[in-house]
């Protein structure tokens, strides 16, 4: 049976023609989809995408027309749609990605100030000289040493400072991490 006899035959709904095909050309469309895509089940979808194409057109197709050509067309028509929707899915996940890591960061920041103000608020109940220390050490970072050196204290009065006023703060910002749900 020739190539027009056969699509002839195939266009009148003849399965064993299409079945003459299948196993004539089945190998030549799996062979070249493998040139683009690496995954074997991915490829064995598209030679099934393209003969359930090539089944579902039949009563359009044109005797008259390489059979060969046809099924190069189709596959490459779905290869090329396969690889742009992967990419517009991917395009997809990496913007939905960033969109949630911006949300996050947006709350993080949020959470942080909150934070920070609250700090701020238990550290101006300390006594005057610790939060003096606390912030001298915290805020305008400076060494122990320099802090004992700008107040006329000793490093040991500094560091039992700083212990006290971290405890302080322990002792006051449980209440307010359950409150922002951390």
């Given at each position: ?9 195939l266009r009148a709904g003849d399965e064993n023609a ?44 044109d005797e008259t027309k390489n059979l060969e050509g ?109 409150f922002i749900g951390l």
């Amino acid at each position: 049976m020739n190539g027009q006899e056969t699509i002839i035959k195939l266009r009148a709904g003849d399965e064993n023609a299409f079945s003459d095909i299948y196993k004539r050309h089945w190998r030549q469309v799996y062979n070249f989809t493998r040139l683009y895509i690496n995954s074997s089940a991915e490829v064995m979808e598209v030679v099934q995408e393209v003969f359930v194409k090539l089944w579902e057109t039949r009563e359009r197709l044109d005797e008259t027309k390489n059979l060969e050509g046809l099924l190069f067309i189709m596959t490459r028509n779905l290869i090329f749609n396969r690889s742009r929707k992967s990419f517009s899915e991917e395009a997809f996940k990496i913007q939905a990605l960033a969109s949630m890591e911006n949300s996050y960061n947006i709350d993080a920041e949020i959470e942080a100030s909150d934070l920070k103000e609250h700090i701020d608020k238990i550290v101006s109940l300390m006594p005057p000289r610790r939060r003096q220390i606390f912030r001298m050490s915290r805020e305008e970072h400076l060494s122990r040493k320099e802090i004992a050196l700008q107040l006329g204290i000793t490093e040991k009065a500094v560091d039992r400072s700083l212990a006290l006023a971290l405890d302080f703060i322990r002792e006051h910002l449980p209440l307010f991490l359950i409150f922002i749900g951390l």
